[in-house]
């Protein structure tokens, strides 16, 4: 059983950025993926980034390539989502995810992740 927990979310100007970040406890194998989706109102959960729990590989939505960056702290049991030059758009709630997954292409569908947390609200003002 995992446990995941999202802090971080706050109301930003266009421009600015946030760091959210995502606490997970109970046990993590190596091949365990932990990524951050967002959902906004009326419309779909979307991936917006991912990283194993173990190696270096890491992986972006288009639209965020450039300006959000993932990254890991095994130490502290961390996956963090540091958010630069955020749009309008990026306004949603965003959830980390945990899941056993092995091919990169099972990454971006919410549909495959087994544990959530209770997410955390960014809206972007313009």
């Known amino acids: 059983q995992v446990q995941l927990v999202e802090s971080g979310g706050a109301l930003v100007q266009a421009g600015g950025s946030l760091r959210l970040s995502c606490a997970v406890s109970?046990?993590?194998?190596?091949?365990?993926?932990v990524a951050w989706f967002r959902q906004a109102p009326g419309k779909d959960r979307e991936f917006v980034a991912a990283?194993?729990?173990?190696?270096?590989?890491?992986y972006y939505r288009d639209s965020v390539k450039g300006r959000f960056t993932i990254s890991r702290d095994n130490d502290n049991h961390m996956v963090h989502l540091q958010m630069d030059s955020l749009r309008p758009e990026d306004t949603a709630g965003y959830y980390c995810?945990?899941?056993?997954?092995?091919?990169?292409?099972?990454?971006?569908?919410?549909?495959?992740?087994?544990?959530w947390g209770q997410g955390t609200q960014v809206t972007v003002s313009s």
């Open positions: 995810g945990a899941a056993l997954l092995s091919r990169p292409e099972t990454f971006y569908s919410w549909k495959n992740y087994a544990y």
């Open positions: 109970g046990r993590m194998f190596s091949n365990y993926v």
């Open positions: 990283i194993r729990w173990t190696g270096t590989n890491t």
